[in-house]
């Protein structure tokens, strides 16, 4: 596939799977394309607030992010202590999350579909891409 132009493609953003071909093309792909690459490891996340506090960490939040939903997408939607064409967030190891707090990682990642739409309005690509086994999330729907 080629996700160079895919990425491209910010009408078509938002919450998918991984691509079963794994993440070195896709990561390559967005920083050729000026992107901005987060890659979030949710393996030690056993609740939100931990949820929270390793997602802000990685995505580099500023200190006022209060590690609730709305604080989420407040910071989700800014990103400009990060100015970049565009971003794709990788949601590494996600079963353990999902298994443990179900609600709240489902949550998570409709905050990033919400995130994902506010960026279409603007013309700025806003990827999230989450690696799990499980398929319990039935909205969540592959890229290809």
Not at 2 to 23: C, I, K, S, W
Not at 31 to 54: C, P, Q, S, T, W
Not at 61 to 85: K, Q, R, S, Y
Request: with cysteine.
């Amino acid at each position: 596939m080629n996700y160079q132009h895919l990425l491209t493609r910010f009408e078509h953003a938002g919450v998918y799977h991984m691509p079963l071909d794994g993440e070195a093309a896709l990561v390559a792909a967005a920083e050729h394309n000026g992107y901005f690459v987060f890659r979030i490891d949710l393996a030690k996340a056993k609740d939100k607030a931990e949820l929270l506090k390793i997602i802000g960490d990685a995505m580099r939040f500023p200190e006022w992010f209060g590690h609730n939903w709305d604080a989420l997408m407040d910071c989700l939607v800014d990103l400009g202590w990060l100015p970049a064409e565009g971003y794709v967030v990788i949601l590494e190891h996600c079963d353990g999350i999902h298994g443990r707090a179900e609600a709240d990682f489902v949550q998570t990642l409709q905050v990033f579909e919400n995130a994902a739409n506010e960026w279409r309005e603007q013309g700025v690509p806003f990827w999230c891409f989450v690696d799990m086994q499980a398929d319990g999330i039935s909205w969540l729907s592959d890229i290809a």
